[in-house]
């Protein structure tokens, strides 16, 4: 379970829209999955670097 960041925090970087943070952070796995398709991560570590990478901005939204 992720505490930081909040949910609330993300979902501000969306214009408070639940659906575009789950599209944003579900397109943002499957793009790092496919940088390393040999790395048997699993899907859990990919949503949480995607998840941090909208709260540090790495990806616009």
Same mark, same amino acid.
């Given at each position: 379970?992720?505490?930081?960041?909040?949910?609330? %925090?993300?979902? =501000? #970087?969306? /214009?408070?829209?639940?659906?575009?943070?789950?599209?944003?952070?579900?397109?943002? +796995? %499957?793009?790092? =999955? #496919?940088? /390393?398709?040999?790395?048997?991560?699993?899907?859990?570590?990919?949503?949480?670097? +995607?998840?941090?990478?909208?709260?540090?901005?790495?990806?616009?939204?």
């Amino acid at each position: 379970m992720m505490l930081e960041p909040s949910v609330e %925090k993300l979902i =501000k #970087k969306t /214009d408070n829209s639940v659906y575009k943070l789950a599209v944003v952070v579900g397109k943002r +796995a %499957k793009e790092l =999955k #496919k940088l /390393d398709p040999d790395e048997k991560a699993e899907v859990q570590q990919e949503v949480t670097k +995607a998840i941090l990478d909208v709260d540090q901005g790495v990806i616009e939204i």
